[in-house]
């Protein structure tokens, strides 16, 4: 059993920075693939970034240059961090772990943590 979660969710003003946490446990050794979601209200859930073996990162066109996710398996911890912050980046962040990536994005999704609110305003 995979369990996430996720903390470090705020409120800032744009322009601001954050980092998220991701702690997982479980049996995670299979699961190479890690990511960041991210759903604003009324909207669809999307993808921001994901990182395979702690190494190969991926980042959605929106966030590159902007955001960094990084991996620490000595501490079980996923991070996202967040500078430059935009209105639109605002939303609730989901860290989620698999053991596949088809398409853009891991998938499909093996684990969920239940989410951060960020907010930019």
């Known amino acids: 059993h995979v369990q996430l979660v996720e903390s470090g969710g705020d409120s800032v003003e744009p322009g601001g920075s954050l980092r998220l946490s991701c702690t997982f446990s479980g049996n995670t050794y299979y699961l190479y693939y890690m990511a960041w979601f991210r759903q604003a209200p009324g909207g669809q859930r999307e993808g921001v970034a994901h990182i395979r073996q702690s190494k190969r990162t991926q980042y959605a066109d929106s966030v590159k240059g902007r955001f960094t996710i990084s991996q620490d398996n000595t501490k079980s911890t996923l991070y996202l961090q967040m500078d430059s912050l935009k209105p639109e980046d605002a939303g609730l962040y989901y860290c989620?772990?698999?053991?596949?990536?088809?398409?853009?994005?891991?998938?499909?999704?093996?684990?969920w943590g239940q989410g951060t609110q960020v907010t930019v305003s």
């Open positions: 989620a772990i698999s053991k596949y990536c088809h398409g853009n994005y891991p998938n499909p999704i093996t684990a």
